[in-house]
């Protein structure tokens, strides 16, 4: 069990009590006996709560807002919400802890949450919503669920989920002479838009706006393309993964065409990506949804956002990303109970509706589209409409031991190619055999 404890670590996807008081009553009349004070036994009956998260900046105020709403609304369970830093960083924070044998939360947002049942640490959250207070999972994409699963089980809970979506500049666009009203669907059409937006600008002979680039997450972005093309991850009985295959390949192939064939995407330049995008050098990224709202507000051009590329004639991919919350063990049912109110309320509907409108994720509900409130915010925010009509296509890459390991090695495969240092084939055969090893030894 240490190696999966250490994994989880390495990965890195990864409460103010209120107990109430201070109230006064009068003295009874003479002769009456004493009545016992409410406050005292309201204060008894206050259960305190201890909650972890992860977000920072706009979406971490939306979770601290709906922190407060649920206090309001439920003055006998207060919740302490404590920002941990990322999501490596809070479940570094939560692995020490279990395997320290010291106080965890009640509750905790985590990437990579369901590998944590592998440690005995968390309540299967099934155990709450399949329960008589529980929810009707049917009305949550069912890729939300498999993205919280790990070993047949469903651990955690959707919480604040994205997926990668095509950021693209209309500026550029119509300057180079194409249609700002529809960005490449295909990989192909990538190549073809990329190659006209690439441009020497002041004519020394060095390109300075390069037509696509993707954000530093590239695991998460050649895993879509694998599974566009029909490669696999992982094998059902999650021993191997399988991405050397044939279709693997010619998708890192075609990645590597992009930088040293066409050169429309610059080598190993992803950490600059955003900010060349912000500053107008890039005219098309692929990053997480996410970022919509922040970005909308940087930008000094207009700004166009579309769903990931496929290969043609395939539908997309769009592999889900982002955290759940997971409902720590404890002695205590009235414990348990409670922190399972303050999940069921963080991840209603109208939770849901608040942190999407306030964020870049995307709701978890299957019908949000067609809530009057949603369909508000999106008049007046047309571009969150992509990634939620995306998730029609919304995959969840399996949960397995190793992931943590296999995105870290899929990272230096596609940097080995872009470099020129390996061929695909030998930059994925190289992954293959570094992540087979780690699962060999998980087992």
């Known amino acids: ?130 329960g008589p207070n529980g929810i009707d999972r ?19 809970m959707p919480f604040n989920n994205s997926v990668p979506v095509l950021y693209y500049n209309r500026d550029l666009f119509a300057a180079a002479g194409l249609d700002p009203d529809h960005p490449p669907t295909t990989w192909d059409e990538v190549i073809e838009y990329g190659q006209a937006l690439t441009r020497d600008t002041d004519g020394n002979g060095e390109i300075d706006q390069w037509g696509f680039n993707t954000h530093r997450d590239t695991h998460w972005y050649i895993s879509a393309m694998f599974l566009e093309n029909g490669a696999q991850i992982v094998n059902d009985e999650q021993t191997e993964v399988l991405y050397n295959s044939p279709e693997a390949v010619e998708m890192l192939q075609l990645w590597g065409d992009m930088v040293n064939t066409y050169h429309i995407m610059p080598p190993a330049q992803h950490r600059e990506a955003k900010g060349d995008f912000l500053a107008g050098k890039l005219g098309m990224l692929l990053r997480s949804c996410a970022g919509i709202p922040s970005t909308a507000e940087e930008v000094t051009f207009d700004l166009g956002v579309g769903i990931i590329p496929t290969v043609a004639g395939r539908d997309p991919v769009e592999p889900i990303g982002g955290g759940s919350l997971v409902i720590f063990r404890d002695d205590d049912p009235a414990i348990l109970e409670a922190a399972w109110e303050f999940v069921k ?51 969840a890459i399996p949960v397995f031991p190793a992931l943590g390991t296999s995105d870290g090695a899929l990272r230096r495969a596609v940097e080995a190619v872009e470099l020129g240092a390996a061929t695909p084939q030998e930059a994925l055969d190289e992954a293959k055999a570094v992540v087979d090893q780690n699962m060999r030894e998980q087992q």
């Not at 049917?138 to 955690?156: D, R, V």
């Open 1 to 130: 069990m240490k190696r999966v404890l250490l994994f989880i670590l390495v990965m890195g996807l990864a409460l103010v009590s209120a107990c109430g008081g201070g109230e006064t009553t009068e003295a009874p009349a003479e002769g009456v006996p004493p009545v016992p004070e409410e406050t005292t036994t309201q204060e008894q009956e206050v259960i305190s709560l201890e909650f972890w998260y992860a977000l920072s900046g706009g979406p971490g105020e939306a979770v601290e807002a709906l922190v407060e709403q649920f206090n309001a609304s439920h003055p006998d369970i207060q919740v302490t919400a404590t920002y941990q830093g990322s999501y490596a960083e809070i479940m570094g924070k939560v692995w020490n802890a279990v395997f320290a044998e010291q106080t965890l939360p009640h509750v905790a947002h985590l990437g990579g949450a369901p590998l944590l049942g592998a440690t005995g640490a968390i309540v299967p959250i099934t155990d709450f919503t399949d």
């Open 138 to 156: 049917s009305l949550i994409y069912e890729a939300f669920w498999e993205y919280n699963t790990a070993g047949g089980q469903i651990w955690s």
């Open 345 to 395: 309320f963080m991840t209603g509907p109208e939770s849901s509706l608040y942190l999407s409108t306030h964020s870049g994720y995307v709701p978890i509900y299957k019908d949000a589209l067609e809530w009057p409130e949603m369909q508000a915010y999106l008049e007046e925010h047309p571009l969150q409409r992509v990634p939620i009509e995306a998730l029609q296509y919304a995959y």
